[in-house]
C-alpha cells in the first residue's frame, strides 16, 4: 500500500456549529423547521436571509413531496469557516427533485421552490440513501462570524 503523508489534518478556522432535530411531515413541522432555523441562527449570531427561506421551501417539499405516513423528516444545520450547510432528510428517496421551469403562458403558483433554492444558494444538490431516505442540501455564505451576545 503507498500512502502519502502530508502531516496533520489541516485545522478549521473557526468554531464548527451544527443543530438537527427531527420533525413530523405536517405543514406545522414545515413552519416550525423555518422558526426554529431562524431561531438557531439568530442565537449564533448569523443572518437569517436567506437561510429561512432556503429552510422553509426545502421542509416545505419534505412534506409535500417526501413524506411516508409515520415517518418524521430532519432539518440540519452546520456552519463551518463562513458556510451554512442546510439539509433536509425526508423518507421518500425514490422521489427525487427537480426544478420546475415553467412554460411560457403557465401561470401555475407552485412547482417552483427549487427555483428559488437555486437562485438564493450559493450550491445546492441531493445525497440519495441511506434507504429509503433522501438528503436535500444547499449551502450559502455567512459573512463574517458574529459573537452571540
Known amino acids: 500500500m503507498n500512502e ?7 485545522r478549521l478556522a473557526g468554531p464548527v456549529r451544527n443543530f438537527s432535530l ?4 405536517t405543514p406545522r413541522g414545515a413552519r416550525l423547521a423555518r422558526l426554529l432555523a431562524t431561531e ?12 429561512e427561506l ?13 413524506r411516508v405516513s409515520g415517518r418524521d423528516f430532519r432539518l440540519s444545520l452546520c456552519v463551518t469557516r463562513d458556510t451554512l ?3 433536509v432528510t425526508d ?7 427537480c426544478p420546475q421551469h415553467s412554460a411560457t403562458g403557465t401561470q401555475s403558483e407552485s412547482g417552483r421552490g427549487l427555483l428559488l433554492v437555486e437562485a438564493l444558494a450559493e450550491r ?15 449551502e450559502v455564505g455567512t459573512g463574517p462570524l458574529i459573537s452571540p451576545r
Open 4 to 10: 502519502e503523508s502530508q502531516g496533520p489534518a489541516p
Open 22 to 25: 427531527q420533525l413530523s411531515p
Open 40 to 51: 438557531q441562527l439568530r442565537t449564533w449570531g448569523l443572518p437569517s436571509h436567506p437561510a
Open 54 to 66: 432556503i429552510v422553509a421551501e426545502l421542509a416545505t417539499n419534505a412534506v409535500t413531496h417526501g
Open 85 to 87: 450547510r442546510i439539509e
Open 91 to 97: 423518507t421518500r428517496g425514490d422521489r427525487l427533485p
Open 124 to 138: 445546492w444538490g441531493v445525497v440519495p440513501g441511506p434507504p429509503p431516505c433522501k438528503t436535500v442540501w444547499a
